[in-house]
């Protein structure tokens, strides 16, 4: 095989997964029934850009998962601080929504990460709508993050208790971990 053929397979290949994390889930992965509770008490915490930079990465969210969000699409942000921030959502967000927004605000597009350092971490009180492996954890406060050390780039890992788990956006159920991988800066915000 030519080495040209082969640097051209390795850009189709990495160009090719760069767009398949950029994108919404395909329609392979069904989002469940969701019924929106304005009374939720689900919020993001995150630092490590500003106020200006957030709200791009908010509404660049909006837009790619504009079908996901539907009419639950509105978030209202307080800043706690230089760059600190909390994310709330008025009309609720789906457990799926949740997931791939800690993702996205982690690795969001056009922010420089090598200039950033971002912390992410969503907190949720479990309903039957998030694709528990047991019913008893409802009711229960979870909380959602990137792992440290990602390599994956399209996973998040939900904190419940002392237990861990790991949620693939491929299959999108939670598959118990047994190490946490808590980022230095998420453990600032637990």
Known sequence: MSP???????????ASAFFRLRSPPSASVKAAAFTPNPSNDTEVFYTGCDEAELAKVLAAFAHVYKEALGASGEFRTAKLGEEKFRITFPQDISPDSLSFLVNYLQYPEDVDLSTHELAVLGRVTLTADFPLPREDYIGQRARIYVPANDRQYDLVYIALGTESFEQSFRQMHWKQVDDGRIPEGVKELW
Request: zero cysteines; aromatic letters at 10%.
């Open 4 to 14: 040209y053929l082969i640097v051209v397979i390795g850009i189709v290949v990495a």
